[in-house]
């Protein structure tokens, strides 16, 4: 899966986006089969 649909389907997740509300997402990280790193600020 790339990036640039793997990313939009993890913010999708409920449990993902009740931490991402009201936060601006600086940098994401994929790496495939591993892990999904969003990074925010305040």
Request: charged letters at 25%.
């Amino acid at each position: 899966m790339r990036v640039s649909r793997a990313c939009p389907m993890a913010r999708a997740v409920p449990e993902v986006a009740r931490y991402l509300e009201g936060r601006a997402v600086v940098k994401e990280i994929y790496v495939p089969g591993r892990i999904i790193n969003i990074v925010t600020s305040k």
